[in-house]
């Protein structure tokens, strides 16, 4: 995580930018008297949606819950892909 303030963040926005996207982390801006801003790369922000859409359903978090603790414990089944 980088931490960078506002002025800072508008004096080298390109150079903010590019080690952001380029070190798939998030850049925190900070402003004196004024709430903080998180900057993420467009990856980074994608990734943390389909993890949102996947864990909205409940139903579907118990399996992926189930899924992982199945993977730790080692107990994995194979199985076949449809034929296309």
Do not use: C, F, W
């Not at 850049?27 to 909205?56: C, D, F, P, W």
């Not at 359903?57 to 089944?77: F, K, V």
Request: charged share 20%; glycine share 2%; proline share 2%.
């Amino acid at each position: 995580m980088h931490i960078v303030s506002y002025s800072e963040a508008r004096s080298h926005l390109k150079e903010v930018m590019d080690r952001t996207a380029a070190d798939a982390d998030v850049t925190i801006i900070t402003r004196r008297g004024s709430a903080n801003a998180v900057l993420l790369s467009q990856e980074h922000y994608n990734s943390l949606m389909e993890t949102v859409h996947l864990l909205r359903s409940p139903a579907n978090a118990a399996h992926l819950a189930q899924s992982i603790a199945q993977d730790q414990a080692g107990s994995r089944e194979p199985h076949r892909l449809a034929d296309a």
